[in-house]
């Protein structure tokens, strides 16, 4: 078979590498599979049903450097097909991939967030420390820089907001919910007296005593993402995006959610109105009875 010869030429001639190969094997088992649904062989198909091939892989999901990669090496197999029967060009010569878009923020659904914030112990001082941590970065979108830079000077909860410095040393107000504020009194309350040892001004410290670090936070918010039975990766910046897609979804402004989450440009947050025109042509197809 053509694409069994050229995957045999890549190792033994190319010498490319295992996970390359793989990479590629991949690439033409998927051009293969396209060929035999529309029943035809692999080295026929033309630049039309190549361009077709390609959409069909950034409409599946795979993402534009997956693509780009893909692209690559069926530009790769065509040529190598030209040699072999002794031809000068090939259908895919000028083959590229459509011009790459974002990908589209991750983000937990509500029942997903009511596990990961139901996971601490609010017991325990460190329970009840990280509770107030994920109820705060889930009401406010703080970048996880900015969450875990908070000083007791910060709040002002008796008004419902805090103030933060995000990037470019810009300090902003941020609104924060009820059900945070409360977690952040009791914490501030009867958990955080028990882990400090010396005086210090920040609001979420580590068991010495200081201020608790990317890593730390990061390794405590995956344990509690297992612990809530959330199967994919959970990480600060989840947590990030699903505020501002909840927000969008119930009807907020989408200079407001801006504003709250510290953009500088209008078009960084509109990213987040593409998640739910996804979601929307996803209810469409699923539930639509002549879609």
């Given amino acids: 078979m053509t694409i069994d010869a050229y995957l045999a030429y890549l190792r033994d001639v190319r010498r490319m590498s295992d996970n390359t190969l793989e990479s590629y094997a991949r690439d033409l088992a998927a051009l293969g599979s396209f060929a035999a649904d529309h029943e035809r062989d692999v080295s026929t198909l033309d630049r039309r049903d190549l361009e077709a091939f390609v959409r069909g892989l950034m ?45 589209l923020p991750r983000f937990l659904d509500l029942e997903e967030v009511d596990r990961l914030l139901a996971a601490p112990d609010p017991s325990t001082p460190r329970g009840l420390r990280d509770k107030a941590l994920v109820s705060v970065l889930y009401a406010t979108g703080l970048r996880v820089s900015e969450l875990l830079a908070l000083k007791l000077p910060n709040l002002y909860m008796d008004e419902g907001y805090l103030t933060c410095v995000g990037k470019g040393s810009k300090e902003r107000l941020v ?70 897609t909840h927000l969008l979804d119930r009807g907020a402004d989408l200079r407001a959610i801006q504003l709250m989450l510290g953009h500088a440009d209008l078009s960084t947050t509109q990213i987040y109105t593409h998640v739910l025109e996804a979601r929307l042509r996803t209810v469409y197809d699923k539930f639509h009875p002549r879609r």
């Fill in 59 to 103: 409409a599946s999901g795979l993402s534009p450097r997956s693509t780009a990669r893909a692209v690559a090496c069926v530009r790769g197999f065509y040529r190598f097909v030209a040699v072999e029967a002794g031809r000068e060009a090939s259908a895919a010569d000028d083959l590229r991939a459509p011009r790459a878009w974002p990908a």
């Fill in 175 to 244: 609104p924060i919910g009820q059900e945070a504020i409360a977690w952040v009194r009791q914490y501030v309350a009867s958990g955080r007296p028990l882990l400090v040892t010396r005086p210090s001004p920040w609001l979420f410290v580590n068991a010495r005593g200081g201020p608790l670090s990317r890593v730390g936070f990061w390794k405590l918010l995956k344990e509690y993402g297992i612990k809530a039975g959330i199967t994919h990766d959970i990480s600060p910046h989840l947590l990030r995006h699903s505020f501002a």
